[in-house]
């Protein structure tokens, strides 16, 4: 496929469409080459809690304040609703993109295999992935070559949820896979691609654009489906969604209903999920004494066995590294929602179709609920710390009923992993430092995040 090609076909248009919220933000990267965020928290400060800009005839709402994210999150929940933009040739129409008493009709049948309940039984199934991926970081360490992080802990997030959720080896090429996607996702790369056309230069676009991705993307689910189970588990989240496709009671979820709950899962419960491993390998590699830590707590808590569900409750400083981490770089950096009715918020008028966003990152680094918001203190998540949190200053799982169903299993996955991880390795993060941040969808690290890893010995 040529450029020209590329840049017509339907699909480029999605994510890289001007009409988008991220593609409009890209404007800020202008601003800050290291971190658009700073822009606006610089903003934030400057305007106030609500703060209104009119974006080619769009008018964007961001809000800064926790309580105003309650009221949109928990008050107001039927109110504002789900923005997906750009976004359904990833995430079609699952569940995390509809509202009201459909959103209510999928969700319900899927909830029994996010309880904490289930996490005993998934961990032997994390431990696995992690294994094969200690077995491919072996290698790593022997070549001594330097690799992405963030690709390397997608490829596991995703190998977790395949084993765990699916009863699946992963039936696909993940590293693959995850480029394709984050070709598509990359607004910043639409924007240039698009520039540098309306400029009449030359670009190369490999079949790695965002039109053949999504081609790559759609048969996914599919293979997975059609994988040869690995155990035959009773009790998987595809097991339940292939119930309810069966259920005459809930028409509306239906195989194509299913298709798209596949891709849902493996996006948004893979990337937030690798986001968060590698930013925690990244501060954890900036502060070798949290990595120790780690270490120790990891020998003291399951010494030389394998790690169980109950030991997850014991690592208190590793699961403190992860919500650290989450606090720093919430993947979902902002919630986006769409006005459906007129309103007001703090004291602002609100317009029906008012896109409003509600800045966790900002609230995450906001010195009126954090001290040293800056400093990664991952002491300030162990009991006792020394102040109390106000409710609604972090959300990276969200808020209300619509808040993340996988959260809690990915602190599990995720503080497995880290403990793991550094038992056996030395990560050496080799970029820039400190890294750059790039906000489209999710928060990224600009250019990846490069290392170079030792094994301990
Ligand atoms: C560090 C890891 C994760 C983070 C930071 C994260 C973040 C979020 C956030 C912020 C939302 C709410 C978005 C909104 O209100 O607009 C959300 C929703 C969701 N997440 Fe996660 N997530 C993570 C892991 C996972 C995992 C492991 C899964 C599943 C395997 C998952 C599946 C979902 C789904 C299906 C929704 C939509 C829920 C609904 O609309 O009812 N996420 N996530």
Redesign the pocket.
Known sequence: MNAIDTVAAPHAAGLGDENSIWFKLTALHKGDHENPMRILMQMAERYGPVITVNMANQRVVLLTEPDDFKYV?VTKADDYI??FDGLKPIFGK?????DGAL?QK??MP?QPA?HPDMFVEYVPYFLAAIKTKMALWDNLAKSGETFEMVEQTWTL?ADM?CKA?FDRDMPFNPHFVFKCVKTYTDVMNHKSIRLKKVAGEEFEITEEDAAKAMEIWAGVPRQVFAADPREDRERT?LKMIEAVVADPDVPEFDQAQAID?LK??LW???E??A???AWALYETSRNPEAAERIRREGQEVYGDREPTAADYSALAYTRAV?QET?RLY???WG???VASKPDVISGKEIKPGDRVV?F?YGAHHNPKFWDEPEAFRPERWMAGAAKKQVKYSY?????????????A???V??TLALSLLLRRFRPEYVGPNPAGINATVTLTPKGGLHFKIRELG
């Open positions: 999150l789900k923005y699952s569940m995390i993109t509809n959103w999928i969700r899927q996010f997030a949820i959720l989240l709950e849902q899962y948004a419960g893979t937030t999920t986001l968060t491993l992860v989450m919430p993947p979902i919630l986006i929602r509600l966790a959300l990276p799982f969200g808020g209300g009923k619509r808040s993340c169903i996988g959260g299993m990915s602190q996955e995720n």
